[in-house]
């Protein structure tokens, strides 16, 4: 099982970003999708979350209106737009595959806003 972030880096505030976490090793289209966080300091967070079909979508209140999460099941793959970043975004992104019975964990990416 892989899950490989990418699309981190460095933008300055009102700036975007696109996550992408790419998977393989397990029925993608079975699983919710969720994106996390974790700043340095705090505790991880739930950033946004689509459940299997993409038909349901949610969002933490600190970035709805400016994230959008989505998945193409074709390509295993979900991604997290990022649009008007503010410095308060800064942290560590991570997706994570959420199932019935099964938790999969991608290793990070990290997204700084900064002047």
């Known amino acids: 099982v892989q899950l490989v972030e990418s699309g981190g880096g460095l933008v300055q505030p009102g700036g975007s970003l696109r996550l992408s976490c790419a998977t393989s090793?397990?029925?993608?289209?079975?699983?919710?999708m969720i994106w996390y966080r974790q700043a340095p300091g705090k505790e991880r967070e739930l950033v946004a979350a689509i459940t299997t079909a993409g038909g349901r979508t949610n969002y933490a209140d600190s970035v709805k209106g400016r994230f959008t999460i989505s998945r193409d099941n074709a390509k295993n793959t979900v991604y997290l737009q990022m649009n008007s970043l503010k410095p308060e975004d800064t942290a560590v992104y991570y997706c994570?595959?959420?199932?019935?019975?099964?938790?999969?964990w991608g290793q990070g990416t990290q997204v700084t806003v900064s002047s």
């Open positions: 090793g397990f029925t993608f289209s079975s699983f919710d």
């Open positions: 994570n595959a959420a199932g019935r019975k099964y938790d999969y």
